[in-house]
């Protein structure tokens, strides 16, 4: 098979027929040459700067009861946490003096995080951070509701898709949340303003190739700003406490056709690569990533933010050290900055 023919046609189309990215999704033998591909764009549009975002997991409590997830409301085993407004303006701070000047609050849907309580949060960090970036990701709300934030300071949302399958969203997810739903808030907050992004998880129950696929078609309509993916990880005390974890190899894999397909694209090395993986972020960077979310949310409520079985949380992962993730992303042959870092359209 003649991979770096179908990669150059990707590299310049942006874009290739379904059969094409299947082979490439599923072939082994395309994982070097298309993370250099990946890489030669990821440098063209970024040189080797790696945007660092602080993140705030405020909340563990959570209405929904997504058949994958740790923080599912009926798994009775998750200790339950919430952050006080005091608690996530000083992780800010502590954020601010370590040189992070994207913040993202990132919950379960907590109805005790109303408008109101939002707004108050996030206007406070604008007036004390206006030279930082917020990002939310608190899941689905009114076209109102997501348009008071933005109008408090909020500047960025993160709303993966999941799956844009319809049928394979319905045996993610229970009957009351929906795919049309999901998609529906992702274009509120694109018609809002807000720089989005969205994403999914690779090797999740039941995902065929077409699912994955379906997954880049939606991402080309949707034209986000940020993709996050990541691999499905089991979580114990969930209903999918038996399937197997994703594959890395096929995750990175979909990193480098995420750069090929959006060059301009912010794409994390997310936490999930570097759980299944102890190189696995960098590896992420190496196939087209450019963003590390570090984590800025108080050591005592780490553990409890379990989404899925050992996420990691402490070493390079914590933002206090993030003098050690400065090295570890130069020894992957970038540099991390701490300019806002939007996106480069
Ligand atoms: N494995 C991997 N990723 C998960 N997420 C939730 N549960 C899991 C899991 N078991 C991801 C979802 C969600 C993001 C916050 O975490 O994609 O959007």
């Known amino acids: 098979m003649d991979f770096l023919n179908i990669i150059n046609r990707l590299k310049l189309n942006r874009d290739l027929p379904d059969e094409d990215l299947k082979l490439l999704i599923d072939s082994a033998e395309a994982n070097e040459l298309l993370a250099s591909a990946a890489d030669e764009i990821r440098r063209k549009n970024y040189a080797d700067e790696v945007y660092i975002r602080g993140l705030v997991e405020f909340s563990n409590i959570c209405k929904n009861n997504c058949y994958y997830c740790g923080i599912r409301c009926s798994n009775a085993k998750a200790v339950r946490y919430r952050l006080s407004k005091e608690d996530i303006l000083d992780c800010c701070s502590e954020g601010y003096e370590l040189g992070f000047r994207t913040f993202v609050l990132q919950g379960g849907e907590d109805p005790h ?75 509120h907050l694109k018609e809002i303003g807000f720089q989005v992004g969205s994403g999914f998880m690779v090797d999740s129950p039941y995902q065929t190739t077409e699912n994955l696929v379906a997954d880049l078609r939606f991402l080309q309509e949707l034209q986000p700003d940020m993709i996050g993916i990541g691999p499905f990880i089991r979580h114990e005390d969930t209903p999918f406490a038996n399937f197997e974890s994703g594959s890395l190899y096929k995750t990175l894999r979909l990193v480098s056709i995420l750069r090929l397909m959006f060059p301009y694209a912010l794409i994390p090395s997310t936490t999930a690569l570097g759980t299944i993986h102890s190189q696995g972020r960098e590896m992420g960077l190496r196939a087209g990533a450019n963003v590390v979310m570090p984590n800025l949310s108080p050591k005592r409520v780490r553990e409890l933010y379990m989404l899925y079985d050992n996420k990691i949380s402490t070493d390079e992962e914590a933002a206090e050290s993030v003098e050690k993730l400065k090295k570890k992303v130069e020894s992957a042959g970038y540099r991390v900055v701490t300019a806002r870092g939007d996106v480069k359209k």
Request: charged fraction near 25%.
């Open 113 to 187: 995080f109303t408008d109101e309580v939002m707004c108050d949060i996030i206007s406070s960090i604008r007036n004390l951070y206006p030279d930082c970036a917020i990002t939310l990701s608190v899941g689905e709300r009114s076209k109102e509701s997501y348009q008071a934030y933005f109008n408090a300071g909020a500047n960025r949302f993160l709303l993966r898709h999941e799956t844009a399958t319809d049928d394979h969203y319905s045996r993610l997810h229970p009957d009351d949340l929906s795919l049309v739903n999901r998609k529906k808030c992702l274009f």
